[in-house]
């Protein structure tokens, strides 16, 4: 975000503030071992004092953002740096699926808390990520979310709420994602049709921030159902092969080819990397890039 898009009034914090949301970094860094799982145990708490430390630093998310890596900045447009600027309140990521036997740590939910503005009615905007696989894909999927914009203020440009309404079609179709046939049928909705068609055709509003609450997947949809029964088949075969049993081709055949480019449908194109980096980066080194906004603006203050 650049510096003039800011509209809030900027207010000192004292050193010793600074010297303690250091130490709570360094316990986190600490606190990093390889399993999701183990690293959540251990950083869960961490997590806590640092939530119940930053309600007393004013505006301390929405300058955490202001700092955000190239990766998440470019997304975040003049607009979208009003909003966080003036009413981004909190931010929370959490693993969604980690006591979950059938689901996988991989998994996890963005939150984020806005005050009263002028742009939408929710106080709180959550989005989950499920990490799922097919034959022969795996990564993040999601399923739009519901922006009530105000009249005449969706910085989407009416792709938020085109995008939740095909998501709410595929709910009541219940498609089988793991049949192609029926993935055809989709595309042949009006729903399908209207956000391909509004994508197609639309201005820079697509690059929105907000439209990362519309990503879907950088694959296609992909159903829990369908995950499960890849993950089976994928475990079927390990073990044959552990075993020394041959695995017949007709076992390693992938899906025929779809021809269907799904990505006419997708608002927002590596949304699955950009939510990777707010829970992996952003989230864990909130206490880091906030730092290094005091530092440009309060290094003198702190000698």
Known sequence: MSTNSKTWKRRSVSCDSISITSRLEKGSRIANPIAVRQAEALQGPLYKKRADFV????????????????????????????????????????????????????????????????????????????FRKTKDWQGLVSEPVKINWKKDKDLTGGLTDAAYKLGEMRKKLATDTANGVARKEEAKTKEYKNLAKKIETATDASVSFFGLFSFVSGYRWVSAQESAQAAKEE???????????????????????????????????GGDEVATILAEDMWPNA???????????YSSSCR
């Not at 007393?56 to 997304?75: G, M, R, T």
């Not at 025929?256 to 608002?267: L, N, S």
């Not at 206490?287 to 603006?297: D, E, G, R, T, V």
């Open 55 to 130: 309600t007393k630093i004013p505006h301390f998310w929405s300058l955490v953002f202001e700092q955000a890596p190239p990766e998440i900045d470019n997304f975040i447009q003049p607009t979208d740096s009003k909003v966080f600027a003036e009413c981004l309140d909190t931010f929370e990521v959490s693993r969604i699926e980690l006591n979950d036997p059938n689901g996988s740590p991989r998994s996890f939910s963005l939150k984020f808390g806005f005050t009263d503005n002028e742009y939408f009615e929710d106080k709180v905007l959550e989005k989950n990520f499920w």
């Open 287 to 297: 206490i880091k890039y906030y730092s290094m906004w005091h530092a440009l603006n």
């Open 235 to 269: 475990k079927e075969r390990f073990e044959k092969i552990r075993r020394g049993e041959k695995v017949d081709d007709e076992d390693e055949a992938e899906d025929e080819e779809d021809p269907q480019d799904y990505q006419e449908i997708e608002v927002f194109p």
